[in-house]
């Protein structure tokens, strides 16, 4: 009695940035597998699917759509979809590449059926040592979120905190606030915790636009392919770099110079 179980495994694919050359390594096993499959006169087919930014679609029944001075380097690819039939022997083999912008959302896999489960195996092993060659996708805005967001509420929070103190302090000494009352120790350190307290959560929403725009420079799948003036992740990254230096470097030197000035302030309103 023929085995009519079929065997599913899937390897999930994420974190990785994704290149032409690791597409073709991986689409060149499955036409090896196609190609040994027709040669014992077996029923077999592979199909290549491409999606496009433009919204266009390509189709194949080879591998010429993942070659060097394709469709992949002339079109920025959204997609990448190549799958292997075998109904004679029940066996099929899908490659399924989305490129995602948000973790968590959409998802790509690689999916490898059959009745016989040593093959199913044995495939689904080789597929995944493929995928755990390709480069992985940087994580740490994802991993640290919470903390980069509080860290940069507060950073900004306490800049804003100390741009209305150093206002009202300039307007007493322009006499702008007549008579300003004298505040006891208890009630200025309250007072103070209040205004930081008050730009952190001014500044959260901010922050958190912040984070989310550096999250999603770094992709869980990105498809590193595509005409270098249509790929924007690269300048995008440059922006963060330059950010870094020119913005959060001075934001840090500028609050380690707040705690000194605070330290050795004497004035109750600086």
């Not at 100390?162 to 006891?184: D, F, G, H, S, T």
């Not at 915790?193 to 992709?219: D, E, H, N």
């Amino acid at each position: 009695m023929p085995n009519t179980v079929q065997v599913h495994l899937t390897i999930k694919i994420w974190k990785v940035v994704v290149t032409r050359d690791d597409v073709w390594e991986l689409a060149e096993r499955l036409w090896q597998t196609y190609s040994l499959a027709s040669s014992i006169g077996n029923d077999a087919s592979l199909e290549v699917l491409v999606l496009t930014a433009d919204g266009a679609q390509y189709e194949s029944s080879d591998l010429t759509l993942l070659e060097e001075g394709g469709v992949l380097d002339r079109r920025t690819p959204t997609g990448i979809d190549i799958e292997y039939r075998d109904p004679s022997q029940k066996r099929r083999i899908t490659i399924s590449l989305r490129r995602q912008h948000l973790w968590g959302i959409g998802h790509s896999e690689a999916r490898v059926t059959g009745t016989d489960e040593t093959w199913v195996r044995g495939t689904a092993a080789c597929i995944d040592e493929h995928v755990r060659r390709w480069k992985k996708q940087t994580d740490w805005p994802r991993r640290y979120r919470t903390v980069l967001t509080a860290g940069i509420a507060a950073a900004f929070g306490i800049l804003f905190a100390r741009a209305v103190q150093l206002a009202i302090a300039y307007a007493i000494m322009l006499q702008l606030i007549p008579n300003p009352p004298e505040l006891p120790d208890a009630l200025r350190s309250l007072a103070l915790v209040i205004s930081y307290l008050s730009g952190f959560a001014l500044m959260l929403g901010p922050a958190t636009s912040i984070v989310s725009r550096i999250q999603a420079l770094y992709p869980p799948v990105e498809l590193a392919m595509g005409p270098e003036h249509l790929r924007a992740e690269n300048a995008k990254r440059t922006q963060l770099r330059r950010l870094m230096l020119w913005v959060v470097v001075p934001l840090v030197i500028g609050l380690v110079v707040e705690c000194i000035i605070r330290l050795a302030s004497s004035s109750p309103w600086l």
